[in-house]
């Protein structure tokens, strides 16, 4: 017993299932979805032998949805992007798998590598682009599922990022 404390439990609290939250078999909070792209991240054996590259347009495959939200998978080769947008009334996780993409903001452009993870909310403008000289592979988790992704020029996207919080 710690002796800075009076307080005692007697038995085994895991014997108190009512106490107990059963788990969710989906994600319901940003840290959740945060949770659910990292645990496909770890598991490469899923998404690795589905990843294609099409030098012609940028590849996509919906992985997995659920209640209210969509993952996908993207592969991205050198010189691809995504062009000004936001994603409507989604939030999303962008979470990069393989190699290294570009965001650019009206902030600035900041490199995002292997392991890197974006949260961002609705209304939330930028560009992803591979910079770099080699292919990569991103995952994305909208919630709710994607419904829109308008497109924005940079003088647009510059005025919408000035009244999206950090």
């Known amino acids: ?5 009076d ?9 108190v299932q009512h106490l107990l939250q059963p ?14 792209a990292r645990s496909i991240a770890a598991d490469r054996d899923r998404w690795a032998p589905l990843v294609q590259y099409d030098t012609a347009t940028r ?5 997995q949805q ?10 991205w ?6 062009g000004r947008h936001d994603h409507g009334l989604s939030s999303g996780v962008l979470t990069v798998l393989e190699g290294e993409l570009t965001e650019h903001t009206a902030r600035g452009a900041q490199s995002l590598g292997s392991g890197a993870q974006r949260v961002f909310a609705p209304g939330y403008v930028h560009e992803v682009v591979n910079d770099a000289l ?3 592979v991103s995952l994305h988790v909208y919630f709710p599922g994607l419904t829109e992704m308008p497109m924005h020029s940079a003088r647009c996207a510059a005025a919408a990022e000035d009244t999206v919080p950090a």
């Not at 659920?66 to 592969?75: F, K």
């Open 1 to 5: 017993m710690n002796s800075d404390s």
């Open 7 to 15: 307080l005692s439990i007697a038995g085994d609290i895991l014997e």
């Open 23 to 36: 788990a969710s078999p989906h994600p319901s909070t940003v840290a959740g979805f945060v949770g659910l």
């Open 59 to 63: 590849w996509y495959h919906r992985l």
């Open 66 to 75: 659920g209640p209210g939200y969509e993952v996908w998978l993207l592969s």
């Open 77 to 82: 080769v050198p010189g691809q992007g995504s």
């Open 134 to 136: 080699e292919p990569a």
